[in-house]
C-alpha cells in the first residue's frame, strides 16, 4: 500500500498547518495511523498517532495542545493540524501505519518507529 503525505511548507513562528496523509491500497480503519518527524541529525520520533479501533490518541509531550489528529473516514486520510508552531517544530514529517492486527495502540505505534511509511513532507518554521 502506499502513503502519501502533503500540507508542509515553511511558516512563520506562531503559524499554523495542516498536514494529510491519503492512503491507498488500505483503509484506515483497520490501522492505527500516526504522525513522526525527523529533524536534520535526529532520529525519527513519534508526534502523534491514532488508533481506528477505539479512537484513542497519543501526543508526544512537545506538542500536546498544538497539535491535533484526526481521520476522514470517507477519504481515507489522516491529519495533523498544528497550531502554534514554533522553530524547533521544523522537520520531515512522515506519515506511518500499521494494521489494528498487530496488536499495536496509538501509543505503541508512536513509541516504536514500526509500519509502512510515506515519504515525508518537509515544514520549516522561521523564528
Known amino acids: 500500500f502506499q502513503l502519501v503525505e502533503s500540507g508542509g511548507g515553511l511558516v512563520q513562528a506562531g503559524g499554523s498547518l495542516r498536514l494529510s496523509c491519503a492512503a491507498s491500497?488500505?483503509?484506515?480503519?483497520?490501522?492505527?495511523s500516526g504522525w513522526f518527524r525527523q529533524a536534520p541529525g535526529k532520529e525519527r520520533v513519534g508526534v502523534s498517532c491514532?488508533?481506528?479501533?477505539?479512537?484513542?490518541?497519543y501526543y508526544a509531550d512537545s506538542v500536546k495542545g498544538r497539535f491535533t489528529i484526526s481521520r476522514d473516514n470517507a477519504k481515507n486520510t489522516v491529519y495533523l493540524q498544528m497550531n502554534s508552531l514554533k522553530p524547533e517544530d521544523t522537520a520531515v514529517y512522515y506519515c506511518?501505519?500499521?494494521?489494528?492486527?498487530?496488536?499495536?495502540?496509538?501509543?505503541?505505534?508512536?513509541?516504536?518507529?514500526?509500519?509502512?511509511w510515506g515519504q515525508g513532507t518537509q515544514v520549516t518554521v522561521s523564528s
Open positions: 506511518a501505519a500499521v494494521p489494528l492486527w498487530s496488536g499495536y495502540s496509538a501509543y505503541d505505534l508512536c513509541t516504536s518507529n514500526s509500519g509502512s
Open positions: 491514532i488508533s481506528s479501533s477505539d479512537g484513542s490518541t
Open positions: 491500497g488500505i483503509t484506515f480503519d483497520d490501522y492505527v
